[in-house]
């Protein structure tokens, strides 16, 4: 309490002081607080308050071996610092001059001259993790466009150019990605999720008999086709079962991935396309995976249920019916999509 008091006292006291010199001072006086003020004001405006044009949600990079110099006339150039003299200035009051770090430096809300010396002599990066969630059944294209839109620089055509020969391979789940994260390698870490999580499902894939990139061909399908595990697994039965006698699959969800449209929106004439992924033309499964499956689908690709049933359909609120012969698919197709 008491040293609050003595502040304010000593806040009081400077208050009449410069009120004495305004008003009851010299013209001489008067311009010397006016020109104070005016330093103090400059010295706050350059110091602590940041452009305009800062690039909030921007990352800059300072190369190993940039001077205080060469790292002062960067930040300017980006709009960061309003003088790169200032920055010289403010790192010399921080003791810093030398102990600049290298890095990428990210910007999520504006920042003066002064704060902005204190992160770099300090390797304040400022970067922290963003999650990002990719869901089961996305394509390579749909996780690009999901990582683009949640990561300022990332490229989403150049992670298609890297990942497309891999699709199905890439392990859908809920990452933790810096900012700056190279496509390179959100990559290699999906990919080495999904070899991880795949060896939880081993001893299944070996039990079951069939090679793995089968599997996960059949488990891309389910992941397009039904929701629940059961279901899934249901479905998988009646297509390794189609397999088995030579049946074409006639899978709706191969030309979503070809043609890119919705079950609802196909016509006879898309049907009739010559691809290796239409289900209708070629029996057995097509060439690659058509979306990248979770656990669920890839366990419900090895666990199939058996039963005599050859068809199946979904309804308008997605309830899957099943039918051993054409006719009776026939009947369900009346009675639960017209």
């Known amino acids: 309490m008491e040293a609050l008091l003595q502040s304010l006292k ?7 002081l410069c009120s004495k010199a305004l ?20 010295a706050y405006f350059n ?11 921007h990352i800059v990079t300072i190369e190993k071996g940039m001077t205080i110099e060469d790292i002062g006339v960067l930040l300017q150039s980006e709009d960061v610092i309003r003088s790169s003299v200032l920055f010289r200035i403010s790192t010399m009051l921080l003791n810093g001059e030398r102990n600049a770090h290298a890095g990428d430096y990210y910007f999520e809300k504006q920042a003066g001259v ?22 089961e059944g996305f394509t390579v294209k749909e996780i690009a466009g999901k990582l ?26 809920t990452y933790h990605f810096l900012p700056n994260v190279s496509e390179q390698e959100v990559f290699r870490v999906m990919k080495e999720t999904f070899n991880r999580r795949m060896e939880s499902i081993a001893s299944e894939i070996e039990a079951f008999g069939k090679p793995r990139d089968s599997v996960v061909i059949m488990a891309s399908i389910l992941e ?20 088995a006698l030579g049946m074409p699959l006639q899978v709706d969800a191969s030309f979503v991935y070809i043609l890119g ?32 499956p979770g656990l669920d689908s890839l366990r419900a690709a090895v666990t199939p249920i058996e039963s005599n049933y050859l068809y199946y359909l979904a309804d308008k609120n997605g ?8 006719e009776e698919h026939k009947r369900k197709k009346v009675e639960f999509l017209n």
């Open 224 to 243: 397009r086709e039904a929701h629940d595990a059961e279901t899934k697994r249901k479905i998988a039965g009646v297509l390794w079962s189609r397999i």
């Open 10 to 16: 000593t806040r009081a006291r400077f208050a009449y």
């Open 319 to 326: 309830v899957t019916h099943f039918s051993e012969t054409f």
């Open 148 to 173: 683009s839109s949640s990561l300022d620089t990332f490229d989403g055509q150049l992670f298609i150019s890297l990942a497309k020969a891999d699709e199905g391979y890439l392990f859908p789940d």
């Open 47 to 57: 110091f602590f308050t940041a452009p305009a044009s800062f690039p909030v949600g």
């Open 23 to 42: 008003f009851f001072g010299t013209r001489k006086r008067k311009t010397v607080f006016f020109a104070a003020l005016f330093i103090l004001y400059a």
């Open 261 to 292: 449209k919705g079950t609802a929106e196909l016509s006879l004439d898309d049907l009739k396309i010559d691809s290796p992924y239409n289900t209708y033309l070629y029996a057995g499964l097509p060439p690659g995976p058509i979306s990248n």
């Open 114 to 135: 002064f704060p902005i010396a204190f992160r770099i002599t300090h390797g304040e990066f400022g970067l922290e993790q963003i999650i990002v969630r990719i869901p």
